[in-house]
């Protein structure tokens, strides 16, 4: 398995900078309903999951330097999902809970954990 590179990660970047273009740039002047409500969904767990394992990482809780795992995609997912489309608009009266956030939370996590395991990944198909 290969060395992450957490915050040099390439993923990282591109989803950080189509974040801050989409948010800053193209949805104030595109009424396009994809542009405003699911594709940064689709860039949170590319853009957010290094940022989180930094921190896991600075404080003892991840003992390696892979690229993520499945599990840790799949966790980050259902926290995330949890944190954002339930507690956050049922508690705190804060975002509204939809279901298609969680989709596209989910479809991003596929899309980063297949681009980050991508050289494991066409090993196993390479192989016999």
């Known amino acids: 398995m290969s060395r992450f590179g957490y915050l040099r990660d390439p993923l990282f970047l ?3 900078a189509a974040y801050a273009l989409n948010r800053w740039v193209l949805k104030p002047r595109i009424p396009s309903p994809f542009l405003h409500n ?8 590319p853009a957010a999951l290094p940022v989180m394992l930094v921190i896991q990482r600075v404080l003892g809780l991840r003992k390696h330097d892979q690229v993520p795992t ?16 339930w507690i956050g608009p049922f508690y705190f009266h804060m975002g509204v809970a939809d279901i298609r ?4 939370y989910g ?3 596929v899309m980063a954990y297949l681009w980050w395991n991508r050289s494991a990944l066409s090993s196993r198909v390479a192989r016999p």
């Not at 699911?38 to 767990?45: A, K, Y």
């Not at 956030?101 to 596209?104: F, I, K, L």
Request: charged share 10%; glycine share 6%; with cysteine.
């Open 38 to 45: 699911h594709f940064n969904d689709l860039l949170l767990i």
């Open 101 to 104: 956030d969680v989709v596209s």
């Open 14 to 16: 591109l989803s950080s």
């Open 70 to 85: 499945g599990s840790e995609v799949l966790m980050h997912w259902v926290v995330w999902s949890l944190v954002c489309e």
């Open 107 to 109: 479809a991003g996590a």
